[in-house]
């Protein structure tokens, strides 16, 4: 059997730091790295001179990280990674920078991660890379001569040919991904999006089974959707931790339906839209006021970017205001939480929840509304709210869909959602679930190396 190698910017196999895998990726891969003997390679997290790769084996499991330079921090993860491909590839030109270092730290710390990398590669190793911090790696290393299988997931959207073509050297950065044998996309509508540039800008064909030509060189891309590991949500929703807190959310409701929200703060989750939707539904409807609260967990992230500070500041102001505005001396609207909790936690408090607010402005795929949906109560679900931009919602189309930049969808949605019958709830929650189990994040992974493997 060939060995798996998984190269992504961090790594979540476990680790004597990190004893648990964390969150479904990190649980799928690491059961595959080590079925097959496999290595995860990355970036440790760590500011230093790169030096050699640092090996460790726990668990069955092999990771093998280096350090970058702050220099390469800059350029290559908060500048090119946050700073460009991210808001540009969320639809978000207003946001994106464009700057030469940039770039040239990204192509400077795809190239240290090829060099490094190509020496512990073997022969017939199956090589699966991820995500748009690491698009030219496939090219690198085939700079270094191998001529393994190596396939490329992007775990984001793929931006609309005419915004991508806003960036300079776009041409240079999709060249980089023909040198994959396999791409995948989480939707249909990425891939779609993708097949426009290519015949548009690259003048390729496209033939059957995912067959892109340009030039001599024919790759294959798919659509093939993540999925979480539904039987371990599944199993944390019912766990002690999960009832407890269960417990405490219901006995701090005091008999008010809970709708919740759990995000990375990220402009690209829609949540001050979010806010004020929910702020819609409190104008709307005074006489609902004392039947419902709102709970959003937002974890920061990538606080060295500025435009993330920015969304953080506005959220803070935002939750102030409609606190403010709507607060009783018993009651507070917005329960707004800066923190991350463990996930059998989070699965408590999706379960208490009547209503799940899941609404991006743009998302690859969103795992959220997927953990929300695995940790109802299958005789008494809550109700999904789910934005049309999320690549999820393609798959849980029984979700109540919304446009996310609407706040009076929103409000409707909210006031639907908590009026729905439920026998309704059952019959939208069901196909969800099903779904949900049928493509978990298992199949997910052998969907893409079966198709690696085929090429
Ligand atoms: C990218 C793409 C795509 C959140 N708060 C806590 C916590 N989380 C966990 C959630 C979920 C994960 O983080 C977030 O996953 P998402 O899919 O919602 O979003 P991104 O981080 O933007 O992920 C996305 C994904 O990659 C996979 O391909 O779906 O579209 O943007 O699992 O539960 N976990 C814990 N505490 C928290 O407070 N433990």
């Not at 700057?99 to 400077?108: A, D």
């Not at 060249?175 to 044998?181: E, G, I, P, R, S």
């Not at 992230?301 to 606190?323: E, K, M, T």
């Not at 059998?344 to 607010?357: P, S």
């Amino acid at each position: 059997m060939s060995r798996l190698i998984v190269i992504s910017n961090r790594v979540s196999a476990p680790t004597t730091a990190q004893p648990a895998a964390q969150g479904g990726l990190a649980v799928a891969l690491t059961a595959a790295l080590r079925e097959a003997e496999g290595i995860w390679f990355g970036w440790s997290g760590e500011t230093g001179e790169t030096g050699d790769l640092k090996f460790e084996t726990f668990d069955g499991v092999t990771s093998a990280t280096i350090d970058l330079p702050e220099q390469d921090v800059d350029e290559y993860y908060d500048g090119y990674a946050n700073r460009t491909l991210w808001p540009l590839f969320h639809y978000r030109l207003e946001l994106t920078e464009f700057e030469r270092e940039f770039q040239g730290g990204y192509e400077r710390v795809n190239r240290v991660f090829g060099e490094v990398i190509a020496p512990h590669i073997e022969p017939d190793d199956l090589i699966w890379i991820h995500d748009y911090h690491m698009i030219p790696l496939g090219w690198v290393l085939r700079q270094h001569g191998l001529t393994n299988r190596i396939g490329f997931f992007l775990h984001i959207p793929w931006p609309p040919t005419r915004l991508l073509t806003a960036l300079p050297e776009h041409r240079r950065l999709v060249d980089a991904l023909f040198a994959y044998d396999v791409v995948g996309f989480q939707t249909e509508e990425w891939l779609e999006t993708f097949h426009d540039y290519v015949t548009h800008e690259m003048g390729g064909s496209l033939g059957p089974d995912g067959a892109i030509t340009v030039g001599a060189r024919t790759i294959r891309a798919i659509a093939c959707p993540i999925g979480i590991d539904a039987q371990e949500f599944i199993a944390n929703a019912s766990s002690k931790e999960a009832a407890a807190t269960h417990r405490r959310m219901i006995e701090s409701s005091i008999g008010r339906s809970l709708i919740v929200g759990v995000d990375r703060l990220d402009y690209s989750k829609g949540l001050e839209e979010r806010f004020n939707g929910y702020q819609r539904y409190l104008e709307t409807r005074p006489d609902a006021h004392a039947n419902v609260y709102m709970l959003q967990i937002a974890p920061p992230s990538r606080d060295a970017v500025q435009s993330y500070r920015d969304i953080r500041a506005h959220l803070d102001a935002l939750s102030g205001r409609i606190n403010g505005a709507f607060a009783d001396i018993d009651w507070v609207p917005l329960r707004y939480v800066n923190q991350g909790f463990p996930r059998n936690v989070l699965a408590g408090v999706y379960r208490a929840a009547r209503v799940g607010l899941v609404t991006p402005l743009r998302d690859g795929m969103n795992l959220v509304a997927k953990e929300y949906v695995a940790a109802q109560n299958p005789d008494d679900p809550g109700v999904l709210i789910l934005s049309r931009f999320a690549g999820a919602a393609a798959q849980l189309d029984s979700a109540l869909i919304v446009n996310p930049y609407s706040a009076d969808d929103i409000a409707d949605s909210i006031a639907k959602a908590l009026a729905m019958p439920r026998e309704e709830r059952i019959a939208r929650w069901r196909p969800m679930h099903e779904n949900i189990v049928s493509e978990d994040v298992i199949w997910w992974r052998k969907r893409f190396t079966t198709a690696l493997m085929q090429q």
